[in-house]
Each structure stands twice: as structure tokens, then as C-alpha cells.
């Protein structure tokens, strides 16, 4: 049974940090591309980050100089690192495993960046 699992989600202040983890297990983690996608309310579900098996890595244009997406295939775990973070990135943000055919999801965890 494949499982992806978000934690690490909270509230923070703006210009604060949070680092998000992702726990994979029933997948042959190292072959997958791994992908953190945001959804806000009332807006459309849009990607965050993803790093490939070799290591390529994407960002969305907004989270650019701010966020990073690490790796640990020996943990089953991928990460984001989130710094000087605004009230725009404000969401739930949900984990992706994909390769090929296989695409799993998280449940999702929340974000909330406010004073």
C-alpha cells in the first residue's frame, strides 16, 4: 500500500521560516519525482517545487530565492524548506510522487502565514 504523508505544516509569521517534510512509503522512492504543489482558497492548485530522480530541480516563479526542495532517498523523505516567507504563501500545501503512470498524493497540510 502506497502512503505519502505531509507534516510540518503551521502558523508563522511573516518573514519567518517552516521546513515541510514528506514521508513516502510503498514506492521505490529513488525513482520518482517528487513535487510539492500549493492550493489557497479559491485559487487553483499550483506547483511549488519538484526535484527529479537525478536531482532536477523546478520552482514555481513566486516561491524562486525562497524555498528549497531537498532530497533524502536513504529517509524515504523529501522536504521543503521555506524562508522569508509572505502571507501570499498562505495554503495547504500537498506532496507528489509521480512516475510515469504512478501519480500518489498526501492529504495535504496546512500553511498559514500571519501576525
Known amino acids: 500500500q502506497v502512503q505519502v504523508v505531509e507534516s510540518g505544516g503551521g502558523l508563522v509569521q511573516p518573514g519567518g521560516s517552516l521546513r515541510l517534510s514528506c514521508a513516502a512509503s510503498g514506492i521505490i522512492f529513488s525513482r520518482y519525482t517528487m513535487s510539492w504543489y500549493r492550493q489557497a482558497p479559491g485559487k487553483q492548485r499550483e506547483l511549488v517545487a519538484s526535484?527529479?530522480?537525478?536531482?532536477?530541480?523546478n520552482y514555481g516563479d513566486s516561491v524562486k530565492g525562497r524555498f528549497t526542495i531537498p532530497r533524502d532517498n536513504a529517509k524515504n523523505t523529501v522536504y521543503l524548506q521555506m524562508n522569508s516567507l509572505e502571507p501570499e504563501d498562505t495554503a495547504v500545501y500537498y506532496c507528489n510522487a509521480n512516475f510515469y503512470e504512478r501519480d500518489y498524493w498526501g492529504q495535504g497540510t496546512q500553511v498559514t502565514v500571519s501576525s
Open positions: 526535484i527529479t530522480r537525478d536531482g532536477i530541480i
